[in-house]
């Protein structure tokens, strides 16, 4: 299996800052690598596809990159909104699609 | 708008058989992979499954022995059915719709529609 961790497992931040959440891959997973956003008692939501691709209606604030084992996923402006706990998944192995554990951000 | 639903019982004895249903509306079932995802209370997400609109299917190795997966396209739905379940399957279980692309580094999947979840959980 494909192993993911993200780092930091969670993290505290104030409006507008600059947030960098990192996941990394056991094995290389190419561009792969999608990212989701999700809030208490909701669904995960689709933000990033592969590795970069910004999903249909997410802000643009939000920008993936990488490629191979390392990922980022950066938040430009922090905003009350982006409250949540961030997920990364791979799909490099088709036959077993795996998340991170997920890293939670607060708003100080 | 494509729209995902969940249905099924919320509680489950131990040892018996955990049966879901994802119902599809505004949109065609066929021509699609959908898939299954779990997440314990506190936890983070696990990939149960996916099941093409044809009813080919591919199962996590860790849960495969006790997952079947089924679909119908008359009723534009398709179900979970995990056996033999313990409170460790007790969790939010999702369904969502697998999106394919193809990018330079060929081709991939991600999870683009998701239902709202449904608490399951296990107890006598």
């Known amino acids: 299996d494909i192993q993911m961790t993200q780092s930091p497992s969670s993290l505290s931040a104030y409006v507008g800052d600059r947030v960098t959440i990192t996941c990394r891959s056991s094995?290389?997973?190419?561009?792969?690598l999608h990212w989701y956003q999700q809030k208490p008692g909701r669904a995960p939501n689709l933000l990033i596809y592969a590795a970069s691709n910004l999903q249909s209606g997410v802000p643009a604030r939000f920008t993936g990159s990488g490629s191979g084992t390392t990922f980022t996923l950066t938040i430009s402006s922090l905003q009350r909104e982006d409250s949540a706990t961030y997920y990364c998944q791979q799909s490099r192995n088709t036959y077993m699609f795996t998340f991170g554990q997920g890293t939670r951000l607060e708003i100080k | 708008q494509v729209q995902l639903q969940e249905s099924g019982p919320g509680l489950v004895k131990p040892s018996e058989t955990l049966s879901l249903t994802c119902s599809v509306s505004g949109g065609s079932i066929s021509s699609y992979y959908w898939s299954w995802i779990r997440q314990p209370p506190g936890k983070g997400l696990e990939w149960i499954g996916y099941?093409?609109?044809?009813?080919?299917?591919n199962y996590n190795p860790s849960l495969k022995s006790r997952v079947t997966m089924s679909v119908d396209t008359s009723e534009n739905q398709f179900s979970l059915r995990l056996s033999s379940v313990t409170a460790a399957d007790t969790a939010v279980y999702f369904c969502a719709r697998d999106q394919g692309y193809i990018s330079s580094a060929g081709s991939g999947w991600y999870f683009d529609l998701w239902g709202r979840g449904t608490l399951v959980t296990v107890s006598s």
């Open positions: 099941i093409y609109y044809s009813g080919s299917t």
């Open positions: 094995q290389n997973i190419g561009t792969h």
